[in-house]
C-alpha cells in the first residue's frame, strides 16, 4: 500500500476527536508499522505527518496528538523545527516534549534545551523530565540553575533529571545545590545518590565512591547511608570492607543489618573471621544477625562459636543457634541438637528438630544411629524422628530393634520412622515385627510401615505376607497381614483375598472386604459387585457397594460409558443417602447421555434432589446436551 492510499484516511486523522471511533488510527498504525518493517517511504510519511503540525492546517487537537504519538515513533532531526514550535504553547507543550524526548536525534534534545529557560513553570518541569530521560550531560547547566526555582515541581523535576544523566558536572551541580540542612536536603541526598550510581555504572567507579564515602557519615539519615554502603560496596569492595566493619557495631539496626548483608556477598575467609571477632560485643539482635550470616556463608571455621553459642543467656539467640547448627555441625552436633529438641522451649525446640533433621556429614547417620542405641525418654523419641525425617537407612536395624521393644511409644515411633528409613531388603524383619507385635495400635503401624516397604520395589514381593497369613494361628495377625495386602494391591494376593471373602469367620470377611477397598488398581471390582449384590449380611453388604463406589474412581482403561453401566448396576443396590450421593458424585467423571439421564433421574429422590441436580448441570457444562427421556 502506498502513502496515496492513505490520503483519504489522515483526513478523517485531521478531523478525529477522543469520542469518535478509533478506526482511521488503527488502520494509519498498521500502515505505519509495515512501512517501519519495510524501511520504506519513511521520510515522506513524516514529511506528509509535518504538514498536519503546520500553524495554518485544520487540525483537530487529538488529531495533532496522534500525529506527535507516531512521529516520536519514525521521526527524524526534520520534525524537530515543528516540534519546538509546540513546545512554546502550553496546549501542544506536553505533546512536544513527549514527542521530542523519543526521537534520537541530537537536534531534538537541543530543541529541548533550547526551551527550557523561557517556558512556563509546568512546561518547564516536563522539559526537565524529558531531559533526564535522554540522559542529556549537555543540558546540566540549564537543569542546575533550575534548582533554585520558587516552582517546588520544577525544582524536583531538575534534580531528578540531573540524577539520571548522572554524569560528574551532575555529580558537582547536585553537589553545589544541596541545602546544608532543612527537609529538603533529604532529597538531594537521595538524587545524589542515584547520580552516583549511575556513575559508577558508566566506569568512574572513584568518583562514585568519593561520593559515597561522604554518605556514610554518622550524621546523614539511615536510608542514605545504606544505599551509599550499597553503592561503596559494589563500586570498590576493598574500600567497602574496613568502612562495613566499623558499621558491624552500629547502634543503629538498619545500619548494622545492611552492613551484614553486604559483608555476607563477600566470600573471602576473612569475612567469616570478622564476624567470629565482632560477635561478643555485638546487641543480642547483632548476634543474631552473625548467626544467621555465618550460617549462610557455610564456612565451617564458625562451627565453634555457634555451638557455644547455644547456650546462650538469650532465647532468640540460642535458637538462631540450633538453626545454624544445621548447616554448619557434625556428627558431634547430634547430641547438642537432640537434647534441644528434648527439653527446649518451643521456639528452640522447633530449630533444633530442623537442625536434626538437615545436619550433614559423612558420620551424621551413624551418629544418630548410635545415639538411639544409647539414649532415652524424649531424647531417644526426638533422634527415632530425626532418623525417620533423614531417611537414615544406617538407622532401620536399630530402629527395627526399638519397634519390638518394651518401650511403647518409642516403639511405635520407630515404627513411623521406618516407613522413611527401610528399604524393601528389610521388609522381612518388619513382616516379623508385625507378627510379634502384641500392641494393637503398634501393629497397625508396624503393618501400614510394612506395606508402605513392600511398595517401594520395583516389583512389590507379597509372597511372604501371603504365606505367614495362611500359617499364622492368631486372628488378629491375619487381619492386619490382610490389610497389608490391600495396601500394597499386588495380584498375587487377590485369591487369598476372595478366599477370605466367604470365610465363615465374619471378621475376616469383613478385612477381606476393607483390603479389597484399598486396593489401587480396579482388578476387584467383579468380587466387590457381586458381594454387594449377593450378600445377605446387611452391613457387609454395605461395605462391598462402598468400596465397589471407590475402586470405581481409581484410574482405568474403562470408557466413560462402561464406567456409567458400572453405575447403573449398583445404583438400585444404594439404599443409603450417602450411597447415593457417592454415586452421584463420580457421574460428572464420566460426562454420557446416559450419565445425565441418571442423573436426571435421580431429580425426584427427595433424599438426594440436590445433588442430582449438581451433577447434571456438571455434565451438560461439560458439553452433554442430549438428555434421554
Not at 498498521?30 to 503546520?54: C, D, T, Y
Request: with cysteine; hydrophobic share 50%.
Amino acid at each position: 500500500m502506498k502513502l496515496a492510499d492513505m490520503e483519504p484516511v489522515l483526513t478523517r486523522i485531521a478531523a478525529w476527536d477522543y469520542s469518535q471511533a478509533r478506526d482511521p488510527l488503527y488502520e494509519f498504525s498498521g500502515f505505519l508499522r509495515a512501512a517501519v518493517a519495510a524501511q520504506s517511504e519513511l521520510p515522506r510519511i513524516e514529511a506528509r505527518l509535518l504538514r498536519l503540525l503546520e500553524p495554518r492546517a485544520a487540525v483537530t487537537p487529538a488529531g495533532r496528538d496522534y500525529v506527535c504519538r507516531e512521529l516520536s515513533v519514525i521521526g527524524t532531526a526534520a520534525s524537530v523545527p515543528a516540534l519546538a514550535r509546540l513546545l512554546t504553547d502550553r496546549a501542544t507543550a506536553e505533546t512536544a516534549r513527549y514527542t521530542l524526548a523519543r526521537i534520537p536525534a541530537p537536534e531534538a534534545a537541543g530543541a529541548l534545551r533550547n526551551a527550557l529557560p523561557a517556558a512556563p513553570a509546568d512546561v518547564q518541569a516536563g522539559i526537565a523530565n524529558a531531559l533526564g530521560e535522554r540522559r542529556d550531560g549537555k543540558s546540566v547547566a540549564a537543569l542546575s540553575r533550575l534548582l533554585a526555582s520558587s516552582d517546588a515541581a520544577v525544582a524536583s523535576a531538575a534534580l531528578a533529571a540531573l540524577a539520571r544523566i548522572g554524569d560528574k558536572p551532575a555529580l558537582a551541580a547536585i553537589d553545589s545545590a544541596m541545602p546544608k540542612s532543612g527537609p529538603g536536603r533529604e532529597e538531594f541526598l537521595r538524587a545524589w545518590v542515584r547520580a552516583a550510581d549511575a556513575v559508577a555504572a558508566g566506569g568512574d567507579k572513584a568518583a562514585a565512591t568519593r561520593v559515597y564515602q561522604r554518605l556514610i557519615a554518622p550524621n546523614e539519615p539511615a536510608m542514605i547511608r545504606i544505599a551509599a554502603l550499597d553503592g561503596l560496596q559494589a563500586a570498590d569492595p576493598k574500600a567497602a570492607l574496613p568502612v562495613l566493619s566499623r558499621e558491624l557495631g552500629s547502634a543503629g539496626s538498619d545500619i548494622q543489618a545492611a552492613a551484614m548483608r553486604l559483608l555476607n556477598r563477600v566470600p573471602d575467609p576473612e569475612v567469616t573471621a570478622l564476624f567470629l571477632k565482632q560477635y561478643p560485643g555485638l546487641s543480642p539482635i547483632g548476634q543474631i544477625r552473625v548467626l544467621s550470616a555465618l550460617a549462610d556463608r557455610g564456612d565451617r571455621a564458625a562451627r565453634p562459636l555457634v555451638t557455644a553459642a547455644v547456650k546462650s543467656a538469650t532465647a532468640e539467640v540460642r535458637a538462631s543457634a540450633l538453626a545454624a547448627l544445621g548447616k554448619l555441625g557434625d556428627a558431634s552436633s547430634v547430641s547438642i541438637l537432640a537434647q534441644a529438641a528434648a527439653n527446649a522451649p518451643a521456639g528452640e525446640q522447633d530449630a533444633a528438630r530442623e537442625s536434626l533433621a538437615m545436619l550433614r556429614g559423612a558420620d551424621v547417620d551413624t551418629a544418630v544411629a548410635a545415639a538411639i542405641a544409647s539414649s532415652t525418654g524424649k531424647i531417644r523419641l526426638e533422634l527415632i524422628r530425626a532418623a525417620g525425617e533423614r531417611a537414615s537407612s544406617e538407622s532401620a536395624d536399630v530402629l527395627m530393634k526399638t519397634a519390638q521393644s518394651s518401650d511403647a511409644e518409642a516403639a511405635l515411633a520407630a515404627i513411623r520412622a521406618l516407613r522413611n528409613a527401610a528399604s524393601p531388603e528389610d521388609a522381612p524383619a518388619l513382616l516379623d515385627a508385625v507378627m510379634k507385635i502384641g500392641n494393637a495400635t503398634q501393629r497397625r503401624e508396624a503393618a501400614t510401615t510394612l506395606a508402605s516397604v513392600i511398595r517401594q520395589a520395583r516389583t512389590p514381593a507379597i509372597g511372604p505376607v501371603l504365606t505367614a497369613c495362611l500359617s499364622s494361628p492368631d486372628k488378629p495377625v491375619k487381619l492386619t497381614l490382610l490389610d497389608v495386602m490391600g495396601q500394597v494391591s499386588a495380584g498375587e494376593a487377590l485369591p487369598m483375598l476372595r478366599a477370605s471373602l466367604k470365610d465363615p469367620d465374619p471378621d475376616v470377611a469383613r478385612a477381606a472386604i476393607l483390603a479389597l477397598t484399598a486396593w489401587q488398581t480396579p482388578a476387584p471390582l467383579p468380587d466387590l459387585l457381586a458381594l454387594a449384590k449377593t450378600e445377605s449380611n446387611a452391613t457387609r453388604q454395605i461395605l462391598a457397594l462402598r468400596g465397589f463406589i471407590k475402586v470405581l474412581s481409581v484410574p482405568s482403561e474403562r470408557s466413560n460409558d462402561e464406567s456409567v453401566a458400572l453405575l447403573k448396576q449398583v445404583w438400585p443396590l444404594a439404599k443409603l443417602q450417602a450411597e447415593k450421593r457417592a454415586l452421584l458424585a463420580l457421574l460428572p467423571l464420566y460426562p454420557t447421555p446416559e450419565a445425565l439421564r441418571m442423573a436426571n433421574a435421580a431429580v425426584g429422590d427427595a433424599a438426594v434432589s440436590r445433588e442430582a441436580v449438581s451433577a447434571a448441570d456438571a455434565i451438560r457444562d461439560l458439553g452433554v446436551e442430549t438428555a434421554v427421556h
